[in-house]
Structures are given as C-alpha cells and as structure tokens.
C-alpha cells in the first residue's frame, strides 16, 4: 500500500518522475500499480501516458507497447485513452498462490527511441474463495475410557485467499460432550482439535454427529463445513508415535515418477487390531496429492507427479499414522527440489526493425531481445554470441536485455538479406544453449544507376521493311530492387536527315524493344546513329546512355535496268544486222545493264529465254554480248527474234526482259523482202493486220499495174529506138526495163537508206531518219564490191531526161514506206 501511494503522489509530480525514468539505464526506477484481481476484461489499471510524461495520442505513434519475457501478457496498453487495462481475468490465487504479496512485472518500451520502463503491478486479495474440507465427513474414533480433556484432531479446511480473506476461525456445533480448541502453527496456519469436556460412554451412545465450520475473515464471510461422526469404542490405550516427528529430503527435480522419497514410520505398542497403524496425507491441497503418493500400509512415499523446480522448489507434507482404534499420530516430511540445468536459455524478440535500409549508419537498432533462463544461480546465468563475419553486434540494455546494431555499413547489392543467428548459452553443468534466427532484410536504395552489358550496340535492319516491325532490343540491368531496379527506356531526340529520330523509330519503354516506324530504303542512306537512355524510378532517378548504331541492309528491290538497246517510247524493237557470211563469235550486239542494288543483288547475268532458231546465238553470262553460235546455213530464217532476260543475284533474283531482232542478210532488198513475208504472215490472225494486209494489197496492185504500164510504155519506146538506131547491138541485148527497175531501186536505196526499227506488233513502226543503222554499211560496203557498172551512161542520161522516172521513184517511196508500216 506504501507503494501505491508513492505511486499516487508521483502522478501529481508526472514530469519529475519522467525525468527520473529517463534518467536511469539500469531500470531502478519503476511505475507501480495496484489493481484487484478477478477484475473484468479491458478494467482500468493506470495511465500510463501520464506516467511516462507522454500524451495519449503520442503512444502509437511512437510504438509504445508492452513486453515481456515470453509468458502470459496479463495487461494491455489502450492507445486511444493511454491507459493500461487488464487483458484477462486475473486471479491472484493461480499466480501467487498463498504468497503475501503478488506482483506482475513488465516492462513498457517506447520503440523509436529504443527505452525501455519497468511496471510494477500488484494484485490485490479479494474475499473469492470458500474455506473448503478435503472430505465432506470425518470419522473420530474415541475409547469410552478417554479420560476428559483429550485432544483428538479434526481436519483442516483449506482458503488459497490471503490475509483477512484467508481461513480466520473454527466453530464446533453445540453439544454436551466435546469442545473446540483452534492451535495456530509458527506459519499461523490455524488447525483445530476435538477436546473431550466428559466422559463417554459407549452404551450410552455409541456414536456422536458434530458440524465443524471454518470461517475466513472477508467480507462477506465465507464458510464451509464437514460433518464429524465420532464413534465411542473399546478402551485403546496408546496412540501410534512417528520416529521422527520431522523427516527432511532433498531431491533433483529430474527424477522419474515412481521413485521412492521416503519411508515414514510409526509404531503402536498396542496388540491386535489397535497395535495395526495405517498411513495417510493429512491437510494436503490436490496438487500435492497428483505429486506424492503414501502407501497406507508400510508409509512408503513415491513420486507420483513430475517435479519441477521451476514451479515449486519446496514442499511440506503432513502425514499421519492411525491405529486400529482411531488414536492418531502426526509427523511433517519436508521436500526440498534441487534445481538441474534443465532449461534452455529462453530469447524473447521483444521488438525487431526489418527491413533496415542499406544506408543505414553503424549503431542502428536492428532489434531487441531479452534472454531468460527459468533455473537458478549459475544455471541461470546467460551469455549471448553472434554468428561471425557478420556487420552486427549485440549491446547490453538493462535488466536482461540487449540489443542488436550494425557494426559497419551495409550493401543490399552485396547482401540483400542476412539470415542472423543468436546463440544464448547458460553456465550450468552441462551448459544447454538455444539459438536463435533473425532474419533480417535490407531494404534497397537508389545508389545504382542502370547499366548496359555492351558499351555500344550495333543493330542490322533489310530495307523495305514493315512499319511498327521490332528490330533490335537493348537491356540494361538495375541491381537495386523493386521501384529502384524498375528501368524504362528512352532514345534521345536528335535530327536526321532533316526529321526528328522519333520519325523514324520508337523505343518501347519497359522493354527496350526498338521499332520502326519508317521503311527505309538502302539507296537513300546505309546507317543512322541514336543515343539510348535507360532511367530507373528512384528518387531521385538515375540514368545512363549507350550508343546504339542502325545499318540498313540491302534488299533485292530494284530489278535490272537496261541501257542497251533502249526500249522506245512506242514499244517498237530495234533491229540488228548480222551478215550471212558472219563466223561464230561474231558480236551481233550487245546487252547493256545496270542494277541499283549493290552487292549480290547487283551482279547480273545474262541469258537467252526465247530464240527463233536454237543455238544460232549466245549470249555472255556476264557481259551481255550477243554473239553467233555458228555460221549461218541457207535454210536458216533470216529474221531472229531474241528474248534476253537480265537477272541478278539477289533472293529472290529480280530479272527484266529485252527483245532483240536479228536480221541476216548481205543487202537491205533481201532484209525489206523477208520482213515483209515475215511480218505479213504474223500479222493474218489479226483483223486490224488484215485491214492493213488489204490497204497494201490494194496499194501494190495499183503500184504493180502503174509498173505494168509503165513498162509497156518502155517496151514500146525500146521498139522505137530499135528502129531509130539499129547500130546499137550492144544494147539491144539488155531490156530497158532491166536498167529502169535497177536504176530506181539505186535510186531508193540511195535516198532511204536509214536505220530501220521494226517490231513484232504489226500496227506499230518506227523510223529513224537522222541516224544511219547497218543497213547502210552493209549497202556500202554491197556498192563497194561491184565490178561492174548496174547502169551505162545512156541509161543514166535517159533515166534523167525522162519524165517517167520521177513517178517512178515517188511510188517506190510509197511501196517502201507502206512496206515498213506492215
């Protein structure tokens, strides 16, 4: 009570008394409470809030809570109000049994700044249990000849309360034979005894029924009964005497149930029936009795329970020897339980702070633990080590408590997580030691920029590609965690080709997937050059840059283009000349083409797809030289049509076709003669060939019968000349239509020797007036190697005087002219 009131009048001084707590690391200061037991569930205690100088809303934020080591919390911290209130039903019996006094001890830890209060409380008695008998009837057996004045015992009733609550007093209920006498032991335990006030007499009553009622002191009073049956019997006049009225033993607490404690002993001079002494516990509680066993006949005491220092190192045992005849005997048997080094040292994790971040400084609190041993003296003594190589280290707290700090700085990319190993071992015999496992995370921060696995990276891209196609993917690696570690990608803006890069690529944040969003074309530009940045999500972020290198790869888009022969606009084909007399190897012409492409793609080779008459011609693989593959024969067709495709190498090969005709003749009659049969037997399948075929059927017969007149106009004018001049023998051998159809045909080849252009389509023709073609220098060359004169002077003469000529030479302007459109 003394202390509750020092505890009352502090509340009035709350700050000194915060002062003084705060002042003392060895936990001597304490706050002491008093609360009565069997209070209900959540019942105030006290305010703790107040006590530690602290305001009620200030106890979750600080983490404020209660520890213990590791038993039963019997009291609760209310954050709201910042009072402490029961968390059960406490009853003081169960705690503290018969002890004078019954204080729960804690402590109260205010966690940020790692502090740690002691907190007293008492539990104080309340009036609520009965005394109670063991039995509810007892049986006294007296001699008749008893002489008045003869004590016998009773039974003792049993009140686990305290104090004033505690068993007070004995009453005997009225009668004319016994009286009550209440003895108090050097304990102050209160035992009662039958005093016989006179004598009996059996055949006057043989059997006597008394109530004894023991009666506590609270308020209200509390009592309980037992129906004492006293039988008078036949005189027996000695009662049974115990060796010793003390026996004392000592035994470790380990030992196996069935072990034999003692063996009491006590003797009856009597004979018979009343010389028979039976054994028995008298005034025993039930836990002693699930303990100790006695056996009735020969006083053996064996261990019946498991001993256990730690719950009770002490018993007392009264036991008692009875006779035949009831005379009693009493003797007390003292245990005493030796502690053995039973119990492991016990570490309680009363607070822990994981994670803990990695740049923590040396000192920070990671834990605090408490150890405890349950046995005593050296057994108890506890001592804590820490796994090696470890940046930990353990300092003493107060009381039985230490704490866990870093010894040096920590690294999450080195270690991210530590799994800690406590060892408390005790100093008993042998010693026994737990350990005990912290695991310990290390909580990341941003001190790690992202980082490449390649200085630079170089990507390869095929032209022509498609729109949104992914072409490359850059990784770089975080080693922090979650937030830290989380990179996005980006490309720096910068200028190419007079478009911003965004033009052309996009870069998938999360991923660092590259894509296109142009097709780009080899022929325009063959690498471009981009930065990529790679940020993490800290705070505040951190980031890096790689170069990363586009080379565009070429792609087999362009199919050959041909120089040579020229395709014209109208789609009509070149002719070639080649001579009859040509030997094989003779270059005819030659293939001329190029290829936009580079690489394999751009190596050409050339081949012959279609040909008029197989191997007459040949063309070089690589240099598109038609060539004669032998020398021409008679029966060869004078007109060739050649198909030449140019393919290059690429995948899949791209080729592109020309048509080239090839004419063989030693003159241009027989190229104009042939072409014309030739082109006017293609062209009867069509009806726009044959309206033409009729345009010139109708031309040439008009053209034939001017030639039929006009040379019957010179036969008839020979005739004439015969007979003008007979003397001329030399040229009456040669018709002068002879010399008029040669002189007009010279005359022709003459002016319209030009290079000629036909095609296949028979509706279409092409002349080129202003460049001479083969066909002239074949001509030339015809003219050059006459001997002979084709016309004799008078010839030539009258072909210029005669007026016929020039219809002549206009009409065979006309015959060639429609000849080449056919």
């Not at 720096?492 to 690529?505: N, T």
Request: with cysteine; hydrophobic share 40%; net charge negative.
């Amino acid at each position: 009570m003394a202390a509750f009131q020092r505890r009352r009048d502090c509340r009035g001084r709350v700050l000194l008394c915060f002062l003084l707590a705060m002042l003392g690391n060895t936990g001597a200061t304490q706050i002491r409470y008093s609360v009565p037991e069997e209070m209900e569930k959540g019942s105030f205690v006290g305010d703790v809030a107040k006590d530690l100088g602290l305001q009620s809303w200030e106890l979750e934020d600080r983490g404020v809570r209660i520890v213990t080591r590791g038993k039963k919390q019997h009291f609760a911290l209310n954050v709201r109000s910042g009072s402490l209130v029961t968390a059960d039903r406490i009853d003081r019996e169960e705690l503290c049994a018969q002890s004078a006094q019954c204080r729960l001890n804690f402590n109260v830890l205010v966690e940020d700044k790692v502090q740690l209060f002691a907190v007293e409380v008492e539990i104080i008695d309340i009036n609520d249990n009965v005394p109670k008998f063991q039995v509810e009837q007892v049986e006294v057996k007296i001699s008749e000849a008893a002489a008045p004045g003869m004590r016998f015992p009773l039974p003792e009733a049993f009140d686990p309360d305290v104090g004033m609550n505690s068993l007070q007093g004995y009453e005997l209920s009225p009668n004319h034979h016994f009286s009550l006498l209440v003895q108090s032991r050097a304990d102050g335990a209160k035992y009662p005894e039958l005093v016989l006030e006179r004598a009996l007499d059996r055949e006057e009553k043989p059997i006597h029924h008394l109530i004894l009622t023991a009666s506590d002191g609270g308020d209200p009073v509390h009592s309980g009964t037992v129906q004492v049956r006293v039988t008078v019997l036949d005189v027996n006049d000695n009662a049974p005497v115990f060796t010793q009225s003390v026996y004392s033993v000592s035994i470790p607490e380990n030992v196996p149930r069935g072990t034999v404690l003692l063996t009491v002993n006590a003797s009856d001079p009597d004979e018979g029936v009343n010389g028979e002494v039976t054994y028995s516990f008298r005034r025993q509680d039930e836990k002693k009795l699930q303990i100790f066993q006695v056996n009735a006949r020969t006083g053996e005491i064996t261990i019946s329970g498991d001993l256990d220092y730690e719950k009770s190192s002490f018993y007392e045992i009264e036991i008692q020897a009875e006779d035949g005849d009831g005379f009693l005997a009493r003797a007390k048997v003292l245990v005493t339980v030796l502690d053995l080094n039973d119990n492991r040292p016990e570490v309680t994790i009363t607070s822990l702070f994981s994670p803990v971040t990695e740049n923590s400084p040396p000192g920070t609190v990671i834990a605090l633990l408490n150890m405890h041993d349950r046995d005593s003296g050296e057994n108890s003594l506890v001592t804590c080590s820490l796994s090696e190589n470890l940046p930990f280290k353990l300092e003493k707290s107060i009381d039985s408590y230490h704490r866990l700090v870093t010894d040096r700085a920590l690294d999450r990319e080195k270690v991210s997580a530590y799994n800690i190993t406590i060892t408390a071992k005790d100093q008993g015999t042998p010693p026994l030691s737990i350990d005990t496992h912290i695991f310990l995370q290390v909580a990341d921060t941003n001190d790690n920029p992202p980082t490449f696995s390649q200085a630079s990276y170089s990507a390869y891209i095929e032209e022509n590609n498609v729109r949104g196609a992914s072409i490359f993917a850059v990784t770089a690696c975080d080693p922090d965690s979650e937030e830290n570690s989380h990179v996005t990608y980006s490309i720096e803006e910068d200028i190419f080709h007079g478009a911003p890069l965004s033009f052309y690529f996009s870069i998938n944040s999360e991923n660092g997937i590259l894509y296109a969003l142009s097709s780009f074309d080899y022929e325009q530009f063959r690498d471009m050059q981009l930065q990529v940045t790679a940020r993490d999500s800290g705070n505040p972020p951190l980031s890096s840059n790689v170069s990363l290198t586009i080379f565009i790869l070429d792609q087999n888009d362009n199919s050959p283009e041909i120089l040579y022969p020229a395709l014209p606009t109208d789609d009509s084909t070149g002719v070639e000349l080649a001579p009859r007399s040509a030997e094989p190897g003779y270059l005819v012409t030659k293939v001329v083409a190029v290829d936009k492409d580079s690489g394999q793609n751009a190596w050409l080779s050339y081949r012959l797809l279609k040909v008029t008459e197989p191997k007459l011609f040949s063309v070089g693989l690589h240099t598109g030289e038609i060539r004669t593959a032998r020398a021409f024969m008679d029966k060869d067709p004078l007109k060739h049509n050649l198909l030449v495709v140019v393919s290059d190498k690429g995948e899949p090969p791209l080729s592109a076709t020309i048509s080239v005709t090839v004419a063989v003749a030693d003159s241009i009659p027989e190229i104009l003669s042939d072409l014309s049969s030739q082109e006017a037997s293609d062209l009867e399948d069509s009806s726009l060939t044959l309206y033409l075929v009729i345009a010139v059927a109708s031309v040439s017969s008009l053209f034939f019968a001017f030639i039929i007149v006009l040379l019957a106009l010179k036969i008839w004018r020979w005739r004439a000349s015969q007979f003008l001049d007979s003397g001329s023998d030399h040229l009456g051998r040669v018709p002068a239509s002879q010399f008029m159809g040669i002189d007009g045909v010279q005359a022709f080849l003459q002016t319209y020797s030009h290079e000629v252009s036909l095609t296949t389509d028979s509706r279409k023709s092409h002349l080129i007036f202003p460049q001479p073609n083969y066909a002239d220098t074949l001509l030339s060359q015809h003219s050059c190697e006459k001997t002979k004169p084709l016309l004799v002077p008078e010839d030539s003469r009258c072909s210029v005087h005669d007026p016929p000529l020039a219809p002549v030479s206009s009409y065979s302007h006309v015959f060639f002219s429609c000849f080449f459109t056919i």
